[in-house]
């Protein structure tokens, strides 16, 4: 088999084809970030580079030799953790270079194989521009199923398909591939390792749940539970206190510049921390508004007649939090959220201690053997990792073939 790969990234697509005992010929890959490269030669020296897939056309290539295409043209505009300016954004509007170069091998060769790939958030409109480009509706498949992270993903495929609905639409006809019960908990290695950090996991449903009925509705579906935060002697709070009215920073600021006294001797007679001082007369991003159990002394202290800002910093309501996603920890017991290349922080508990889970995790994550990414830091491991295919489900798609 030849195949071509587009946005080839760390080469799953070869390790797929090599597992499930499809012999490949020639294999080009289209990529341009040098460790990428540098991870597909290491692992098959005989992978033909042909670089930025935008130049395709300078290409020197059998176009009609080729039995295969895959591509997984970058998903940032379609992604719910992007900004969702859609299949005509800058970057994911590389789908249409690859239907470019599809159509032109089709042209020479009508029984072209292909698999594209993006992600199961996309908008239907961007779902249907796609899949009316390809002649083919996609099947949507979690790795959830075959690995222990949440990663929902659409497959666009010729390999098996079938006709479907009153107007005969072709849709991919790959089944849902067994679920193997995969947890966070069997993929640990119950330790460090060297390299300690991960590629990032996001999951934009990922909450603090406290009710029982919120944990019941997780475990139904499978969706992590986060029930820590940072440390284990952490308690998560359901509210948080935050300042009632907006302040008028500019005219804050005017009042605390006319201070008489240094800093040192506010710190000293207000018993503060000094560097929490200084941001209250800083004028840049730094300035940070006075704390409340000071603001009294600290206006006699420099002179401050005026009352308008005592109530804009003194009154406080509650509000719900809403933790930041690098300081989420997950259950050993449920699935991770989505590995992202942008992100490089999932933090476990394991054995009462808290950690990031570590470039081994990460691999486990996305199916791969221990140590596959080893010759790369662990920041650009999770970054192919968290930007590639899940090698079990590509493995399962490709068995088809054979079945063909």
Same mark, same amino acid.
Not at 252 to 268: A, C, T
Not at 354 to 379: A, H, K, W
């Given at each position: 088999m030849i195949v071509l790969s587009l946005f080839n990234g760390m080469n799953t697509g070869r390790q797929a084809l090599e597992n499930v005992g499809i012999k490949v010929d020639k294999y080009y890959s289209s990529e341009i970030k040098p460790y990428a490269i540098e991870l597909t030669q290491y692992h098959f020296p005989d992978t033909i580079q042909v670089g930025d897939v935008t130049k395709w056309k300078e290409w020197d290539i059998d176009w009609k030799s080729i039995d295969l295409v895959l591509s997984g043209s970058p998903c940032q505009d379609l992604s719910a953790a992007?900004?969702?300016?859609?299949?005509?954004?800058?970057?994911?509007?590389?789908?249409?270079?690859?239907?470019?170069?599809?159509?032109? @091998?089709?042209?020479?060769?009508?029984?072209?194989? $292909?698999?594209?790939?993006?992600v199961g958030s996309a908008r239907k409109e961007d779902v249907g521009i796609m899949s009316r480009a390809l002649g083919v509706y996609p099947v949507r498949i979690n790795s959830?199923?075959?690995?222990?992270?949440?990663?929902?993903?659409?497959?666009?495929?010729?390999?098996?398909?079938?006709?479907?609905?009153?107007?005969?639409d072709v849709i991919t006809d790959i089944p849902q591939p067994k679920d193997k019960g995969i947890m966070l908990k069997d993929i640990i290695t119950s330790g460090r390792v060297e390299k300690d950090k991960s590629g990032c996991l996001m999951e934009s449903i990922s909450r603090v749940q406290h009710t029982e009925k919120g944990i019941k509705s997780r475990e139904k579906f499978g969706v992590p539970i986060i029930y820590e935060h940072r440390t284990k002697n952490t308690i998560i709070p359901e509210k948080v206190k935050v300042r009632k009215n907006d302040i008028n920073i500019i005219e804050?600021?005017?009042?605390?510049?006319?201070?008489? @006294?240094?800093?040192?001797? @506010?710190?000293?007679k207000l018993n503060c921390n000094k560097t929490k001082v200084e941001h209250w007369f800083r004028k840049d991003k730094?300035?940070?508004?006075?704390d409340s159990e000071y603001w009294f002394k600290l206006k006699e202290l420099i002179g401050i007649k005026t009352n308008v800002f005592d109530e804009q910093i003194m009154e406080f309501i509650e509000k719900d939090c809403n933790y930041d996603q690098s300081n989420r920890v997950y259950d050993?017991?449920?699935?991770?959220?989505?590995?992202?290349?942008?992100?490089?922080?999932?933090?476990?508990?394991?054995?009462?201690?808290?950690?990031?889970?570590?470039? @081994?995790?990460?691999?486990?994550?996305?199916? $791969?053997?221990?140590?596959?990414?080893?010759?790369?830091?662990?920041?650009?491991?999770?970054?192919?990792?968290g930007d590639g295919w899940t090698l079990p489900i590509i493995e399962h798609i490709f068995s088809y073939i054979k079945k063909c």
């Open positions: 992007g900004k969702r300016a859609g299949i005509n954004g800058s970057r994911s509007s590389l789908f249409f270079t690859f239907v470019e170069i599809l159509e032109h @091998i089709k042209s020479l060769n009508p029984n072209v194989l $292909f698999l594209q790939e993006n959830s199923l075959v690995t222990a992270q949440l990663r929902d993903r659409y497959y666009w495929s010729n390999i098996r398909t079938k006709e479907d609905g009153m107007f005969g804050l600021q005017k009042e605390l510049s006319n201070r008489k @006294i240094s800093i040192k001797e @506010i710190s000293n730094s300035f940070s508004i006075p050993l017991e449920f699935k991770a959220p989505c590995l992202t290349k942008t992100n490089h922080e999932i933090r476990i508990k394991e054995n009462e201690i808290v950690r990031t889970v570590n470039q @081994i995790e990460m691999e486990r994550l996305q199916g $791969f053997p221990d140590g596959y990414t080893s010759i790369l830091t662990q920041s650009k491991a999770g970054s192919l990792l």
